[in-house]
Every structure is written in structure tokens, then in C-alpha cells.
């Protein structure tokens, strides 16, 4: 895994080059702290740790993570595991997320992954912006058959070879109209071409998609 470390008294940011799709939500919050116009375009110095863990949370894509070194609270699990639909964009996952090979090793462990739908990423399972490219989806919810999870835990999320993300464990997916549902077991495209978006209808197989990729966090 490919990170930068941008240090200062009471805290450690660390930065996911791979992870990061410009959201900005970093940038809105403590401009003083993140500014792409400089170098280092972090700079953790210019706010209490407080204030900048705080805005390090607010990352969609898990590109931003801290440590605290003054005994703060370090970055909490949620409580609940949530995927959060983008219109013409990604899957936002925060939770107990545990990203798995078919196989079931374990190579990714996060609380926020921004995961692609387009199907066109070339940082797979990650999104990369290529979305921007061509792909249109109003992010609403399609037909879904719930599983009722019973009880927490985590949210694995295993990558089909050349297929679904097939997420098992108790979350909520939320659509851009704010429909949402409450699953333990479903399957979300990951191909861009479903008809019952942004869950899987087997049109992956239909259209070649491959997965293929090396995994870059």
C-alpha cells in the first residue's frame, strides 16, 4: 500500500495516493490544513489535532486516515456498516469493511472505501474518477430481494472473479432519492452495464467484463 505521511505535534496524516478522487471534502473543511496549490499540499501544523482528525474523517475514499500521538481518540468503527449510492458515481462504504479474494483472503480492512461501479477503473476494485468519463445512473435503488441481517458485525465484501461485489454482513444501501434498504447478503455491479442498478443482474457476463487488476490501495 502506497502512503504519505505528513506529521505534526499531536498527529499523523497519512495519504492513499491511489484512494484519492479529489471529493475535496479535505479541502472544503480545513483549507488551511489542505491546500492542493501548495507542496507538501498537507500540512497538519496549521490546525489543532482535534480539527484535523475531525475533517480526516470526512473522507469518502479512506485516501485520508490519521493516527493521534498525543492520546486522542484514534478514528472510531461505526457502529453500522451503510453504502451510500452516487449519482453517475461510486459505491461509498463506511463500516467494519473488509474487503476479501474470492478465496477468502483478507486484503483490505478500512472504515471507508470508495469502491467502483463504472466498471472502467484502472485501480479495480477502487473508483479512480473514470466514471467521469461516461457513465450515467441516477443512483437510485433497483428490485432487490433483502436478506434481514440479524445482529452486527463487519461488512465483507468479496470481489467476484470478473463479477459482483458481493457484500455479506449487515448494511444499509442507500439510493440518491434516499430510498434505502437493510441487507445481510446482495450482490452490487460492478461492470456499469446492469439493468437493475446498483444491484447485479448478471450482465457482466453478457458484456466480457473483466476484473482483473492489481490491488493498489
Not at 483472503?105 to 477503473?121: K, M, N, Q, W
Not at 470478473?162 to 455479506?168: A, C, I, S, W
Amino acid at each position: 500500500m502506497s502512503e504519505k505521511t505528513y506529521p505534526a505535534d499531536g498527529v499523523k496524516v497519512r495519504y492513499a495516493v491511489r484512494r484519492c478522487i479529489h471529493a475535496e471534502a479535505c479541502v472544503r473543511g480545513l483549507p488551511r490544513v489542505f491546500d492542493p496549490r501548495r507542496r507538501p499540499w498537507i500540512d497538519p501544523t496549521q490546525a489543532p489535532p482535534d480539527a484535523v482528525a475531525e475533517v480526516v474523517m470526512r473522507c469518502p475514499t479512506g485516501a485520508l486516515h490519521f493516527t493521534r500521538t498525543d492520546g486522542g481518540a484514534q478514528e472510531p468503527v461505526p457502529a453500522t456498516n451503510t453504502v451510500a449510492v452516487q449519482p453517475s458515481g461510486p459505491l461509498y462504504v463506511r463500516g467494519d469493511v473488509r474487503v476479501e479474494t474470492p478465496e477468502g483472503e483478507v486484503i483490505l480492512r478500512d472504515t471507508r472505501v470508495a469502491f467502483c461501479r463504472c466498471g472502467r477503473s484502472r485501480n479495480k476494485p477502487f473508483c479512480d474518477n473514470s466514471h467521469l468519463d461516461a457513465f450515467t445512473d441516477e443512483g437510485r435503488l433497483g428490485t432487490h430481494g433483502a436478506t434481514p441481517p440479524e445482529g452486527e458485525g463487519p461488512l465483507r465484501v468479496v470481489l467476484a472473479k470478473d463479477g459482483p461485489l458481493l457484500l455479506r454482513g449487515p448494511v444499509t444501501i442507500t439510493g440518491a432519492d434516499g430510498a434505502e434498504v437493510t441487507t445481510a447478503k446482495c450482490a452490487l455491479c460492478r461492470c456499469g452495464f446492469s439493468s437493475n442498478k446498483p444491484f447485479c443482474d448478471g450482465t457482466h457476463k453478457r458484456v466480457g467484463f473483466v476484473a482483473e487488476a492489481a490491488f493498489r490501495a
